[in-house]
């Protein structure tokens, strides 16, 4: 049998799990961002012409975070605005869908006979897994029909679960980054407040209240004036001739 030339061979595959699994763990420079996992998929299953990342939170409308050209995300739109297609099954029904030809293919009637139209003729779809109230899945499309092969689907679905981690591991360090923003500004707060408390003789409630007048008054976040006050041992210079709550 003869091999397929857009078929990636198992060690290009594997070289693009590496990258993948590499960015999860933080090795690279360059983040895991949705743009690349569509680029790393339409990679992996080559007989793609299109592939994008659909996601949605609790029971908001389902976006499309990023696609590899305008092709995947006028699909994307038509399922949409459908209600169907090969990438909604999978959110909802399947971690699986496929077609291998939208124009006459019964599953979505609506949605199909548009895709083709447009210039899909033929997709497959693989849920993401991840946690919480989030859903997701990669829609891989391409012009022809009876494109994808069994190793596609395969290849897809694990290419998947790398995704999926690689999702929620970006999530995660998102989450400890702006945990540590969050403590940091807390400490800021906590040092302004005594400092204020030690020089104007003020209540930890007071020299709060006076933090938070200063942080409204000149329109800006509290963290920055309790930066300020670290620094300089005073409340910034008030407006028009403001001065603080004793």
Not at 115 to 134: E, K, M, P
Not at 217 to 226: E, N, P, Y
């Amino acid at each position: 049998m003869t091999d397929d030339p857009r078929r990636p061979s198992d060690p290009v595959l594997l070289a693009q799990l590496a990258d993948l699994a590499s960015a999860m763990l933080g090795t690279q420079g360059s983040a895991v961002t949705p743009e690349r996992l569509t680029d790393f998929a339409a990679r992996a299953v080559p007989h793609a012409d299109a592939v994008s990342l659909t996601y949605i939170r609790g029971s908001n409308a389902p976006q499309t975070l990023a696609g590899t050209d305008s092709l995947a995300y006028e699909i994307d739109a038509i399922q949409y605005e459908a209600g169907e297609g090969p990438c909604l099954d999978a959110l909802a029904e399947h971690d699986v869908t496929r077609s291998n030809d939208l124009a006459v293919d019964p599953q979505w009637p609506t949605f199909g006979p548009r895709a083709a139209r447009a210039g899909a003729g033929s997709s497959f779809g693989v849920r993401l897994f991840l946690d919480g109230d989030q859903r997701g899945a990669l829609n891989f499309f391409a012009r022809n029909t009876y494109a994808f092969t069994d190793v596609d689907i395969a290849t897809g679905a694990l290419f998947a679960i790398y995704a999926s981690q690689a999702l929620e591991a970006t999530a995660q360090r998102d989450k400890a980054a702006h945990l540590e923003v969050a403590l940091l500004s807390n400490r800021q707060i906590g040092m302004a407040t005594g400092i204020l408390m030690a020089r104007n003789q003020w209540t930890a409630e007071q020299a709060f209240d006076n933090l938070r007048a200063a942080s409204q008054r000149l329109h800006r976040k509290l963290r920055d004036i309790a930066e300020e006050v670290a620094f300089t041992g005073e409340l910034p210079p008030p407006p028009g001739g403001w001065r603080p709550d004793a």
